[in-house]
């Protein structure tokens, strides 16, 4: 059973940054992909960005590609999503997850994840 665990949110403004991380423990870190997803107040979850394992394949949503990058470091079994450029449309609930197996095809699909996390809030000011 992998736990996970988010840290790193909060409140910053428009055009700031903030980085993300997940630390995970009670598996094999560096044998899972890794995702970043969120959640906005009346939305559903959406895909942010994922990575198949380290140095393999690497995905972003179009709406966080050259702002946002995923990263891990599997020594410290720990996710990151270092933001950039924030707007306020990139304020909710950030969630990782960890998925046993999963496809270039399907890493940005919520349901091939097999843990999650709690979440941690980003807010966004105008």
């Known amino acids: 059973q992998v736990q996970l665990v988010e840290s790193g949110g909060g409140l910053v403004q428009a055009g700031g940054s903030l980085r993300l991380s997940c630390a995970a423990s009670?598996?094999?870190?560096?044998?899972?992909?890794m995702g970043w997803f969120r959640q906005a107040p009346g939305k559903e979850r959406e895909f942010v960005a994922a990575n198949m394992w380290s140095g393999g394949n690497t995905d972003y949503a179009d709406s966080v590609k050259g702002r946002f990058t995923i990263s891990r470091d599997n020594a410290k079994n720990t996710l990151y999503l270092q933001m950039n450029s924030l707007k306020p449309e990139d304020t909710a609930v950030y969630y990782c997850a960890a998925a046993r197996t999963i496809t270039s095809v399907t890493m940005a699909s919520a349901k091939e994840y097999d843990y999650w996390g709690q979440g941690t809030q980003v807010t966004v000011s105008s």
């Open positions: 009670g598996g094999t870190f560096s044998s899972y992909a």
